[in-house]
């Protein structure tokens, strides 16, 4: 794993732990905070070949369905590529 890697997914953990209660958006707002920054993190266990495939396949389902609910989906995460 490079350190760019590390260095987003490390962020983004942080940011999730600094947003541990919702705010006043909402729980969907609430959401959508916590899995941007948790996506980096899921994105690096779909590329794991240490993850079992069909452990992959569902986490890309689950990244491509919160991408869609959420409006964030990235040019970087393609469902399924790695499978």
Do not use: C, E
């Amino acid at each position: 794993m490079s350190s760019k890697t590390f260095t987003s997914i490390n962020n983004g953990v942080q940011q999730v732990l600094a947003q541990q209660t919702p705010s006043n958006g909402g729980n969907v707002a609430h959401l959508a905070t916590v899995y941007a920054g948790i996506r980096p993190l899921l994105t690096a266990l779909v590329a794991s070949p240490f993850v079992p495939p069909k452990w992959r396949a569902a986490v890309t389902v689950f990244v491509a369905a919160l991408d869609a609910f959420t409006g964030t989906a990235g040019a970087d995460f393609k469902a399924g590529k790695d499978l």
